[in-house]
């Protein structure tokens, strides 16, 4: 386990899924940590089991570029930054046809505007300092053809570039950027959407996507965020501009 007790991080979407579990294990580690999420029911929820004065949650719609500005401007008034978690983010299942413009302005807000809403609040605080870290969660459809995923793939390959960019641009004023790149991870998510679409067979289903991954199983959140624990340490200081896929040989082995 890295030690973090000096360090401010803020994670986007932590009230649930891979979020939550950066939160879990950034606060283990002895990070303060502030949980941006807009459910804030679960949310709270979330900061009251983990039951330490150093997590906090506040409310913030990420796709709000003013918005983000004014919460970021709120926490660098009570602790510098250190890490920039940008997790938060939303599916869509649909091929191009079945995928209308509603559907792409939806996951643009979140998927591509919230990272580079979450990216330049933070910036020029990290650059002023010369030194910070940022983190960005892409998926395996940034870098592979995944089927039914045309919007959810385009906003993630975004991510992906984005990462890249902020990295080379931002190297001479020691601020790191690298991204992660998850195949299935079981999530509340996948659990909803098996039950949502595959109601009279879950548990085939939940086998049949397992096994999609050649090491014949979903992630789980903590593996996905012990993982990024270590990219945000100073354990990973001579890392950046870099993607990780963890995806159970996803990517190389399906080739």
Known sequence: ???????????????????EALVRTFAQAGARVYLIDTN???AEQVVESIGSEKVK???????????FHQL?????????????????????VGSLEKTDVDDLNRLYEVNI??????????????????????LNMASIASSVGISDRFAYSMTKGAVLTMTYSVAKDYVEHGIRCNS????RVHTPFVDGFIRENYPEKQEQMFAQLSK?????RMASPEEIAKFAL?????????????????????IKLNS
Do not use: W
Not at 76 to 84: A, K, Q, S
Not at 180 to 183: H, K, M, N
């Open 180 to 183: 992660i790149s998850p195949a």
């Open 212 to 216: 999609t991954q050649p090491i014949g």
């Open 40 to 42: 804030s029911n679960q």
């Open 1 to 19: 386990m890295q030690d973090l007790q000096h360090k401010t991080v803020v994670i986007t979407g932590g009230a649930s899924g891979i979020g």
């Open 113 to 134: 505007k919230g990272v580079y809403n979450g990216m330049h609040a933070f910036i020029l605080h990290m650059k002023q300092r010369k030194k910070g870290v940022i």
């Open 72 to 92: 970021a401007t709120k926490i660098e008034g009570e602790h510098p930054v250190d890490i920039l978690i940008n997790n938060a983010g939303i599916a869509h």
């Open 230 to 250: 270590f990219l945000c340490s100073d354990d990973a200081a001579f890392i950046t501009g870099t993607d990780y896929p963890i995806d159970g040989g996803f």
């Open 57 to 67: 949650f506040l409310y913030c719609d990420i796709s709000k570029n003013a918005d």
